[in-house]
């Protein structure tokens, strides 16, 4: 059984009238190489006539991120070329690399007809022979996500990147990064077997789960030690996970803002290049 080190609560840290739960970072718990921020947005109701989503027009650099839209929609533009609507069940996966400009807002629809919204975006870190690689972005909708299921149909395991047993994720991971999102009926189970050198993300956005025996509620990231390989999930109600795991990449991290380096001069250099405009100009 691999270890649990520990379990932390996210943060509440709303954002204007968002509901938002901060898993990563927060006092706690910095980063779980290479897994490095896990921000919950909802679940909430937002009215017909709605501002949606505040994330205008901002730069990345140096880190991938993947939204998980569990409800509502996103859209999402960027200056590498990157132009769609993803709704519910669908993600997108976007590689900042050495730099762009995006902006993830509501849809024109959504902000006019309003409606819930549960949205969760995680960052995975690139190691430094990556850093400056070309950017680029993925969205996919809920049916072009394949999925595993086990446990006699209790249990769906919607594979984004890596393998599920023979199925394979549609997004190509530059670091080996395997990532799914797990959805469980109530009584359902499930198991894993995870090399012990490997990190896992564990998070339960929705109900509550035994894991290797210890109750995990919502809003609880599982911090595991690497010790021992097999997960078992068992879900007290009705649960959904985000569920994942990778080789840490043991480098430094240093962040600010938008950008996620390896060294400070590295951080100066973003923001000189951005303000050179070499992360593209927004045309929104």
């Not at 490095?36 to 205008?56: C, E, S």
């Not at 199925?167 to 469980?184: A, Y």
Request: charge should be negative; avoid cysteine.
């Amino acid at each position: 059984m691999r270890k649990i080190k520990k379990k932390h609560k996210a943060a509440y840290a709303p954002m204007d009238d968002l509901v938002t739960y901060r898993a990563m970072p927060t006092r706690e718990v910095e980063y779980i190489d290479p897994f490095l921020f896990l921000n919950h947005h909802g679940p909430q109701v937002y009215k017909p006539g709605n501002r949606g989503l505040p994330f205008g027009p901002h730069p990345h650099r140096g880190f991938e991120t993947l939204t998980f839209i569990l409800d509502g929609d996103i859209m999402h533009q960027d200056t590498g070329g990157g132009k769609d609507v993803i709704e519910a069940g669908g993600v997108q996966w976007m590689t900042a690399g050495s730099g762009l400009i995006h902006a993830e807002v509501s849809s024109e629809k959504f902000k006019k007809e309003g409606g819930p919204l549960e949205i969760l975006q995680l960052w995975f870190n690139l190691p430094a022979k990556y850093k400056m690689t070309a950017p680029k972005y993925v969205g996919l909708q809920k049916d072009q996500i394949p999925t595993a299921k086990e446990d006699d149909g209790k249990v769906k395991v919607n594979v984004i990147s890596g393998n599920w047993g023979d199925i394979k994720g549609p997004i190509p991971s530059l670091s080996d990064i395997h990532m799914t999102s797990i959805e469980l009926q109530g009584g359902g189970r499930l198991t894993a077997s995870i090399a012990a050198e490997r990190n896992i993300f564990f998070y339960v956005v929705r109900g509550t789960v035994k894991v290797n025996g210890e109750t995990a509620e919502k809003l609880t990231l599982v911090e595991f030690a690497n010790e021992g390989e097999k997960i078992e999930v068992e879900a007290q109600e009705n649960s959904y996970i985000l569920f994942g795991h990778a080789q840490p990449f043991n480098e430094p991290v240093v962040s600010h803002g938008p950008f996620v380096m390896n060294t400070e001069q590295e951080i100066q250099e973003a923001f000189r290049d951005y303000q050179l405009g070499k992360m593209g100009r927004w045309e929104g």
